[in-house]
């Protein structure tokens, strides 16, 4: 009984005394501490009696409970008096300007993407967007892609866990998807029947196993449709050319097609810019030099036909581009990799105003 009195005068003599946090954390691990105190009562208690174990340790607990709660509204004084005296001592003068902020950048990937639909946008066409995971019949089948073509492989394909039903799921590997699922849809279609004509581009996130300095497992495309009853393969080169010349603000740029093949367009193109190199650096323009930066073609019939349109009534074209490669030809970014690094000294470099919106009319970029 002895100990219990001068522990407990001890302990919540020190309890009180504490001038600061850490002279009150001291007093709690003195007393309830692995070597407090009044742990060592706790330990104790085998060498006792039953009847004496029940009565002291019923002594023991409500000492315990009586020094925590010493210890609860000791914090709580200390903790008003420390903001109490740190509200006294620090002032604010509001008569001093604001700190400077860092204007925020727009990154190239997103100024080129806007810069895409500024172009596209005069010409008639409407963005249109879809899922980053496809099942394998929109992403391949719908597209004329057979199950053994190599696009399939899982070398190139990033293959998820097939659906309940069975259906196999994986992350898209091109934007072309979305012109399925847009052809598919019953209002495009009764479109179409009455003569209309679509028009649409498809900008997004794309996805492949492969990675170096030109290449990385996530990347950005865009790709265009139009399907119409008339359109030929003369108004994909003119389309083209136009959107080319506009992008790289090069007036007379030249353009090469050159005969291709891709399992959803029939006849197909790869089409090549101008270009020249001096002294080591990349010119687009007129020159000696050709740099493929698309691939185009007609809208193939089976592809027309996998989305329930009839190809003897309806034709089409397509294209497609990279938006990253676009982008590092067009703003001298030698390296894919950096547009995913978070770097903001790149970004800061390389990025653009929130106010530089890009039209045809006030000028695209820089």
Known sequence: MSDL?????????????????????????????????????????????????????????????????????????????????RLASEKIDVTLPVRPEAQGSLHPIGQAMDEVAAIFGEMGFTWADGPDIEDDWHNFSALNIPPDHPARQMQDTFYLPPRADGTPMVLRTHTSPVQARTMLDKGVQKMLADGGSLRIIVPGRTFRIDNDATHTPMFHQVEGLVIDRTTHMGHLKGCLVDFCRAFFEVDDL??????????????????????????????????????????????????????????????????????????????????????FDSDLRWLRHYGFSALEWPSLTGGLGR
């Open 5 to 85: 009195s001068t522990i407990r005068r001890e302990a919540l003599g020190a309890v009180e005394q504490a001038a600061d946090l850490a002279a009150l954390d001291a007093a709690r691990v003195a007393a309830l501490g692995k070597k407090g105190s009044v742990t060592g009562l706790m330990k104790t208690l085998g060498d006792l009696s039953p009847e004496q174990r029940r009565e002291f340790g019923a002594q023991v607990n409500q000492l315990k409970a009586e020094i925590e709660g010493a210890l609860e509204a000791r914090k709580s004084a200390l903790s008003a008096s420390a903001l109490a005296a």
């Open 254 to 339: 030249p353009l090469r097609f050159r005969p291709s093949y891709f399992p959803f367009t029939e006849p197909s193109a790869e089409v090549d810019i101008g270009c020249s190199w001096k002294d080591g650096e990349l010119r687009i323009g007129a020159g000696d030099s050709w740099l493929e930066i698309l691939g185009s073609g007609m809208v193939h019939p089976n592809v027309i036909a996998n989305c329930g349109l009839d190809p003897a009534i309806y034709q089409g074209f397509a294209f497609g581009m990279g938006i990253d490669r676009i982008a590092m030809l067009k703003y001298g970014i030698p390296d894919l990799r950096s547009f």
